[in-house]
């Protein structure tokens, strides 16, 4: 079994900047990737950025120059620079681990973008 838990979400405002964390427990043998996906209200959820165990990573179209992904594997956690936010941005994002036979799911962490 593996646990992610998020933590970083917040109020904030129109650019300004947020890191999520994403603290992975439990066996990393064979980990695929790790991933940023959000659910805004009414919306289905979307990928935001994505990280492979190799160190690629991808990015919507819609945060690309914005957002950066990274990892720290001595402690397990990937996290999420979010900058130039917009009121779009605001969701709630949930951290992904991809294994070859499932994926896992934190809980989520809200992030609201306002003034």
């Not at 720290?72 to 969701?91: G, I, W």
Request: net charge positive.
């Amino acid at each position: 079994q593996v646990q992610l838990v998020e933590s970083g979400g917040d109020l904030v405002q129109p650019g300004g900047s947020l890191r999520l964390s994403c603290a992975a427990s439990g066996s990393m043998f064979r980990i695929l990737g790790m991933s940023w996906h959000r659910q805004a209200p009414g919306k289905q959820r979307e990928l935001v950025a994505g990280i492979t165990s190799g160190g690629r990573t991808n990015y919507a179209d819609s945060v690309e120059g914005r957002f950066t992904i990274s990892r720290d594997n001595a402690k397990n956690t990937v996290y999420l620079q979010m900058n130039s936010l917009k009121p779009e941005d605001t969701a709630v994002y949930y951290c992904s681990a991809s294994f070859p036979l499932r994926n896992y799911w934190g809980q989520g962490t809200q992030v609201t973008v306002s003034s």
